[in-house]
């Protein structure tokens, strides 16, 4: 009678171990990482891919995605998650004659739901514009349609991209009489030529950009927007300036009637335009110059990896990578942290990466630069990503964060 009850028992215990596994690896499949949202951000023909990875960089999960729409990442059955991990999303795309591949690591991350927005849709082809009655002028010509800018000398005919249809066409120019003077195109529709009367260009308005200390070498942009940082509206760039090697106080603004902008200045300390300060500011356009209380020293690299010392207020700090291939891919690698990072390392590639480009390693990747961001409007990291990523709220791809930003850039040299 006792072998029945033994067996019995026996079968019981297996049955309990079996269901007890079962409910591990249960609650390990269904281990929630990241559901990502992507609107507008995978072209035509494209993919995109996001992977996670521990801590080290070791691979988590991984998801290619084919089209825009929702994806939910989780933790394959027996791999331990950490309380946070490294988000990476990569997205590629035809820029010119090559491929550029962008791919953006966060570190620090919990467990989410983040919405992706693009920055341009697909092209909807272009059209070409022909300057006709050009005034005598100097210097040179701006030439742009909504997410499309070319600055040059030229006053051939030019060929610009459509990223919206109806879409418009900006120039801006200096002529000899009237100084900076600009004229529009409303109503551009893809494929079609148009003449541009430039003897009836109207004046920009001017304003001016103050700085704390005198400089020579310095960048000034300044885009038309929707709103501060407005998705659904392509940016529409309308100023370009350079120092000319004359030392300034300030810098002079030149824009047309618009209830929003976004500008962004670039001061250089000196020819080597290293390090670079950066200033970003949407809505009104600056009177003043705010430069970042941060520096960024002593560089180091590792394998794969970056060390370096920073000090003063910031929130963000990033590193960034880059490589091209010859067979004309541009592969550009930024991983992100808050501020109390001092090392960055790049994560493993996963083979969904490799099968598309398999010219990419972590090799190949050449480092260029780590950057230090103050927010004017946001006070840490974790808000940052809230403003960047937040699907009620998402805001562009192309940039860092949605928040006024003071920053300096710095790229590496043999210390």
């Known amino acids: 009678m006792k072998k029945p009850q033994l067996l019995f028992l026996l079968l019981a215990v297996v049955l309990l171990s079996c269901k007890k596994k079962q409910n591990d690896e249960g609650i390990q499949e269904t281990t929630h990482l990241m559901t990502i949202i992507f609107d507008g951000f995978i072209p035509n023909q494209m993919k995109a891919i996001v992977f996670i990875s521990d801590g080290h960089g070791r691979l988590i999960s991984e998801k290619v995605c084919e089209t825009n729409g929702t994806f939910v990442l989780k933790a394959p059955s027996g791999i331990q998650v950490p309380q946070r991990f490294q988000v990476t999303l990569v997205r590629y795309e035809l820029y010119w004659h090559n491929v550029l591949v962008t791919i953006r690591t966060f570190?620090?991350?919990?467990?989410?739901?983040?919405?992706?927005?693009?920055?341009?849709?697909?092209?909807?082809?272009?059209?070409?514009?022909?300057?006709?009655?050009?005034?005598?002028?100097?210097?040179?010509?701006?030439?742009?349609?909504?997410?499309?800018?070319?600055?040059?000398?030229?006053?051939?005919?030019?060929?610009?991209?459509?990223?919206?249809?109806?879409?418009?066409?900006?120039?801006?120019?200096?002529?000899d009489a009237g100084g900076a003077k600009y004229k529009m195109v409303e109503q551009v529709i893809p494929g079609n030529i148009y003449d541009v009367n430039l003897s009836d260009a109207e004046s920009l308005q001017q304003s001016w950009l103050s700085l704390t200390s005198p400089a020579v070498f310095y960048e000034s942009k300044i885009w038309l927007t929707g709103g501060s940082n407005s998705p659904g509206t392509i940016p529409l760039q309308v100023d370009q300036g350079f120092g000319d090697g004359t030392t300034v106080d300030q810098i002079p603004l030149f824009f047309p009637p618009n209830p929003d902008y976004r500008a962004r200045v670039s001061i250089f300390d000196d020819f080597t335009m290293n390090p670079e300060y950066i200033m970003n500011q949407y809505g009104s356009l600056p009177d003043h110059f705010t430069r970042i209380e941060a520096e960024l020293e002593k560089m180091s690299q590792g394998v794969h990896s970056v060390s370096f010392e920073a000090s003063g207020k910031m929130d963000i700090l990033s590193a960034e990578w880059e490589f091209m291939s010859t067979s004309n891919h541009i592969f550009q690698w930024s991983v992100s942290g808050p501020d109390s990072v001092r090392t960055f390392v790049l994560p493993d590639i996963p083979i969904s990466l490799t099968n598309i480009f398999p010219m990419l390693s972590l090799d190949s990747l050449e480092f260029k630069c780590i950057q230090a961001d103050d927010l004017f409007k946001a006070e840490s990291y974790a808000e940052a990503l809230n403003s960047l990523f937040n699907p009620s709220a998402p805001a562009w791809w192309d940039v860092t964060v949605s928040q006024d930003v003071a920053s300096i850039r710095k790229k590496y040299t043999d210390w």
């Open 107 to 175: 570190r620090e991350i919990q467990p989410a739901t983040w919405k992706v927005t693009g920055f341009l849709p697909d092209t909807m082809g272009h059209s070409t514009f022909r300057m006709m009655n050009i005034p005598p002028h100097n210097g040179m010509f701006l030439y742009s349609t909504p997410g499309y800018a070319n600055y040059t000398f030229s006053t051939d005919p030019q060929e610009c991209l459509l990223y919206d249809n109806p879409s418009r066409f900006f120039v801006r120019f200096n002529s």
